[in-house]
């Protein structure tokens, strides 16, 4: 079994525990509130990588601790990038009609049913990181920490900022730091305290924290910039979405400012960069890094 078939293995496991832990946690009620809830399981349970939750779970194995103890708050963090995505796609902002391969939440029910849908899984998010199974587990000065983390990352210095910058860039002739601004807040920020916020949970002493950080900000530079090329090169099957969306919509993206070869050139770079950003870590940053090879493969 070579490095690739092992990640594979490893991570089908942790999304297996995911999948699981989502579908016990959500809530079951239904009455008057039925279809919101209904609306926002739709979403949240239509598939995807489950990226973020897992990069929380290796950041809590890093310090030799059991992933299971943290899978609510894992999840959590999958309820903000699932409502983020059920924002993103309303017709006021990125107007899309697909996600993953089905109908967008507010094509499937309306637009007023899929704001509150993201609003709730916003709130459960913080429902989960408290629940009383991860309470149990961890102090709750580094709860509290990691949680404050995530909101950071993930509002109006973060994802929420990033999502305004990208749309008022549309159209319009862009720069590189702009670019990089965009990306940093609205995708890197997520991804890197999705890594960061686990390893804060396991007690990682502050200097490996800061390694880690610095990984998932390369990290999670080099996933947007693959997401970018996807875009123009990627399967539409595959992706769930029409393919060159983002060029009809006049995206400020990576290809959009370098063409298609550099921005592959740069993808390289940056896979490099936060391998060799792993180097203090030793052996305990090999399934890192063998996942930033892996996600290089997305473009190949």
């Given at each position: 079994?070579?490095?690739?078939?092992?990640?594979?293995?490893?991570?089908?496991?942790?999304?297996?525990?995911?999948?699981?832990t989502?579908?016990?946690?959500?809530?079951?009620?239904?009455?008057?509130g039925?279809?919101v809830?209904?609306?926002?399981?739709?979403?949240?349970?239509?598939g995807g990588?489950?990226?973020?939750?897992?990069?929380?779970?290796m950041?809590?194995?890093?310090?030799?601790?059991?992933?299971?103890?943290?899978?609510?708050?894992?999840?959590?963090i999958?309820?903000?990038?699932?409502?983020?995505?059920?924002?993103?796609?309303?017709?006021?902002?990125?107007?899309?009609?697909?996600?993953?391969?089905?109908?967008?939440?507010?094509?499937?029910?309306?637009?007023?049913?899929?704001?509150?849908?993201?609003?709730?899984?916003?709130?459960?998010?913080?429902?989960?990181?408290?629940?009383?199974?991860?309470?149990?587990?961890?102090?709750?000065?580094?709860?509290?920490?990691?949680?404050?983390?995530?909101?950071?990352?993930?509002?109006l210095?973060?994802?929420?900022?990033?999502?305004?910058?990208?749309?008022?860039?549309?159209?319009?002739k862009g720069?590189?730091?702009?670019?990089?601004?965009?990306?940093?807040?609205?995708?890197?920020?997520?991804?890197?305290?999705?890594?960061?916020?686990?390893?804060?949970?396991?007690?990682?002493p502050?200097?490996?924290?800061?390694?880690?950080?610095?990984?998932?900000?390369k990290?999670?530079?080099?996933?947007?910039?693959?997401?970018?090329?996807?875009?123009?090169?990627?399967?539409?099957?595959?992706?769930?979405?029409?393919?060159?969306?983002?060029?009809?919509?006049?995206k400020?993206?990576?290809?959009?400012?370098?063409?298609l070869?550099?921005?592959?050139?740069?993808?390289?770079k940056?896979?490099?960069?936060?391998?060799?950003?792993?180097?203090?870590?030793?052996e305990?940053?090999?399934?890192?890094?063998?996942?930033?090879?892996?996600?290089?493969?997305?473009?190949?």
């Open positions: 079994m070579d490095n690739f078939d092992k990640l594979k293995t490893y991570l089908e496991e942790k999304r297996f525990l995911i999948e699981k989502l579908e016990e946690l959500f809530p079951k009620e239904r009455s008057y039925e279809r809830i209904s609306a926002s399981y739709y979403s949240l349970s239509a990588k489950r990226l973020r939750p897992i990069l929380c779970l950041g809590y194995e890093l310090g030799d601790k059991k992933s299971e103890e943290i899978l609510p708050f894992a999840c959590g999958e309820c903000i990038h699932t409502y983020s995505l059920i924002h993103d796609d309303l017709p006021c902002m990125d107007n899309d009609d697909l996600r993953r391969g089905k109908p967008s939440c507010h094509k499937a029910f309306d637009e007023a049913t899929a704001i509150l849908a993201g609003d709730g899984l916003q709130a459960l998010a913080y429902e989960w990181f408290t629940h009383p199974e991860v309470v149990k587990k961890i102090n709750p000065k580094v709860l509290l920490k990691a949680i404050n983390y995530i909101a950071k990352a993930s509002g210095q973060g994802m929420v900022g990033g999502q305004m910058a990208d749309l008022l860039s549309e159209g319009k720069n590189l730091k702009l670019l990089r601004w965009i990306h940093e807040h609205k995708t890197v920020a997520l991804i890197e305290a999705s890594l960061v916020s686990g390893a804060i949970l396991a007690g990682i502050a200097k490996t924290l800061k390694i880690l950080s610095r990984f998932g900000k990290f999670g530079l080099l996933f947007q910039i693959t997401d970018d090329l996807l875009d123009l090169i990627g399967d539409e099957k595959q992706m769930g979405k029409p393919a060159k969306s983002d060029l009809k919509k006049g400020l993206t990576y290809p959009s400012l370098f063409g070869e550099k921005t592959k050139r740069l993808a390289e940056t896979t490099q960069e936060a391998i060799d950003s792993l180097a203090p870590l030793g305990k940053g090999e399934l890192l890094e063998i996942l930033t090879h892996y996600l290089l493969q997305r473009i190949s």
